[in-house]
């Protein structure tokens, strides 16, 4: 399924967030721990693919929607699903509506209570 595809792909989106690199090895763990088919890593993949090769442009997108919070302050969680819908809609092409009802889903599970309506918001105004 596509939702284990987009989980594996927030996860590594999170880690980076923190180390600033590309993790393979938690990929490829991640892939295992979801078991993840050959079609979903192909997905996952695609995803990541269009973070890490846009990470500036989906970083100022998302900066320049922002308002009210400096970025250091929104929820790293937050923020990582936040990259994943703006990869997902802008390079792979995975029309909006849908890419925001999975992400909300992720938020609901991972994030705090009101985080899916600040993602919303912030996804809104991506174009």
């Known amino acids: 399924m596509r939702a284990q595809a987009r989980t594996v792909a927030f996860n590594v989106i999170y880690i980076n967030l923190f180390e600033d690199k590309q993790d393979a090895d938690a990929f490829d763990f991640l892939c295992q721990e979801e078991h993840l088919k050959a079609k979903e890593i192909e997905f996952a993949t695609e995803i990541l693919n269009a973070y890490f090769d846009n990470k500036n442009e989906i970083h100022n997108s998302v900066q320049n929607v922002v308002t009210g919070y400096?970025?250091?302050?929104?929820?790293?969680?937050?923020?990582?699903l936040i990259y994943l819908a703006v990869a997902e809609i802008k390079f792979v092409q995975t029309p909006k509506s849908i890419v925001i009802n999975e992400v909300l889903e992720l938020a609901k599970t991972y994030s705090t209570e009101k985080s899916s309506s600040f993602i919303n918001g912030v996804l809104a105004k991506i174009d």
Do not use: G, N, P, S
């Open 70 to 80: 400096k970025m250091q302050r929104v929820y790293k969680i937050d923020l990582a």
